[in-house]
Nanobody, 125 residues
């Protein structure tokens, strides 16, 4: 069973920062494209950020552009999500996910085959 393991969630004040990490098995990290989603209580899971299939181009939801940064450390098979200027409405469970590199729609959750268990981010006002 493929395991994506997120960490780094916690409590932040509005305007603060957190960095999430997601460790993946080497085979998955090298053959799948990685992304981040989030799900707030009572809401649909939504796209946050992702890499292209080649792992070079990055994509972001409009709501996080300029504040969040997705990055990767290939030596550690780890992808990160640096979140700055956090807002209370961004309180959610944040998920790491992996999709086949050939898929076109990085923002669609049904394109992703593997998911982590999620890490809670709570932003206080």
């Amino acid at each position: 069973q493929v395991q994506l393991v997120e960490s780094g969630g916690g409590l932040a004040q509005a305007g603060g920062s957190l960095r999430l990490s997601c460790a993946a098995p080497g085979q998955i990290f090298s053959t799948y494209a990685m992304g981040w989603f989030r799900q707030a209580p009572g809401k649909e899971r939504e796209f946050v950020a992702a890499f292209s299939g080649r792992g070079i181009t990055t994509y972001y939801a409009d709501s996080v552009k300029g504040r969040f940064t997705i990055s990767r450390d290939n030596a550690k098979n780890t992808v990160y999500l640096q979140m700055n200027s956090l807002k209370p409405e961004e309180t959610a469970l944040y998920y790491c996910a992996a999709r086949p590199k050939g898929t076109r729609y990085y923002g669609r959750k049904d394109e992703y085959d593997y998911w982590g268990q999620g890490t809670q981010v709570t932003v206080s006002s």
